[in-house]
């Protein structure tokens, strides 16, 4: 039976008697906040942008043994595509941040540090950093400045690489950028000089995930683009693709004892001390075209062949007997060579 001046609310609260719904509205002062330990600043919360299902133990094996953290890793599935990693020191969870971004299976794991008053399941996971390099920039405009203006067109500007300012050749600049995962990757700009020319530059991201190619943004592929869902259809070329991704990374030195990194050389000062260490390293005209170190190295060989102990053997003998002086000649110069590479 309905009364009048008695709402829904107070009606099932009086069915229920004691029952004062009410209560959950008043407001309970909590004690003060206590000091959290250093693991909650090793701590992450992380997802990963996949549209398909992620067998949880085989994420969490395989991202533990390639990040290989020094003191180790423990991984909890906290909620549906919600991870909270626990490192154990600041060197492994400050290398895993600045290696990053990390991907599973092609999927980008969206990563963020827990801060004193963070609810994991609440933490925003939509922005990541990437390396972005940045092509057909005309010589004299690679500075910090123009890397910052850049970054920040892009996204947030981190850091530039160092090794853009070196004297070694670069064909891009690389920037650190934090990208907000729900806009579209940028492809290109359009920059203008002091006397009015521009010119058009074009980024390439380094560890690039799964993309839309119709939308340009990370977390679906084309065939579950929100925009051809809605029956948007595109003919003909897309507007991103893979031309996106770059094909290298930083370049990293190999060892040459020829070659030096740019402005390594040495100076004109400096000639003559270069000219006698190399030769030193050059073979000679005598001993058969060997080098210093290759003749010093056969003459302590034969000195060993009239070493009594080495006759006991006689392993040394043998070949100096029956290959003659010709053959063994040859046999220490190539056990020379090959001791020397």
């Not at 949880?56 to 909270?84: C, H, L």
């Not at 950093?129 to 057909?136: G, I, K, L, P, T």
Request: with cysteine; net charge neutral.
């Amino acid at each position: 039976m309905k009364q009048n001046g008695t709402n829904g609310v107070d009606a099932l609260a009086n069915a229920y008697g004691m029952l004062d719904l009410e209560e959950e509205d008043e407001i309970l002062v909590v004690a003060p906040m206590i000091q959290t330990s250093a693991k909650l600043n090793w701590t992450m919360v992380g997802t990963i942008t996949s549209e398909k299902s992620v067998r949880f133990s085989q994420f969490r094996d395989i991202m533990a043994s390639v990040w290989k953290p020094k003191n180790g890793v423990s991984i909890t599935e906290i909620g549906p595509r919600r991870y909270v990693f626990q490192f154990y020191n600041e060197e492994d969870v400050t290398r895993v941040v600045e290696e990053g971004p990390w991907l599973f299976d092609q999927n980008l794991i969206v990563m963020s540090r827990l801060k004193e008053g963070d609810i994991p399941m609440s933490v925003p996971l939509n922005k990541a950093d990437f390396w972005v390099q940045v092509h057909d920039i005309p010589v004299g405009y690679f500075t910090t400045e123009n890397a910052e203006r850049i970054g920040n067109f892009l996204g947030i500007f981190i850091k530039v690489d160092d090794n853009n300012f070196s004297e070694n050749w670069e064909s891009f600049m690389r920037i650190r950028v934090c990208i907000d995962l729900g806009k579209p990757l940028k492809r290109k700009l359009v920059l203008q000089k002091e006397e009015g020319v521009t010119f058009r530059v074009r980024f390439c991201y380094e560890k690039l995930p799964s993309f839309c190619f119709l939308c340009g943004i990370i977390g679906h592929a084309e065939s579950h683009c929100p925009h051809k869902q809605r029956g948007y259809e595109v003919t003909g070329e897309r507007p991103f693709g893979p031309w996106l991704r770059a094909t290298k990374g930083a370049k990293q030195w190999k060892e040459n004892k020829w070659l030096v990194p740019a402005g390594k050389g040495i100076s004109s000062d400096n000639k003559a001390t270069s000219a006698n260490k190399e030769d030193d390293m050059r073979p000679s005209s005598g001993e058969g075209g060997l080098s210093p170190h290759e003749r010093g190295y056969i003459e302590q060989k034969r000195r060993r062949v009239g070493d009594p102990a080495v006759h006991q053997n006689g392993e040394d003998m043998e070949m100096v007997q029956n290959e003659g002086k010709n053959r063994e000649e040859a046999s220490y110069k190539s056990v020379a060579r090959q001791a020397m590479q």
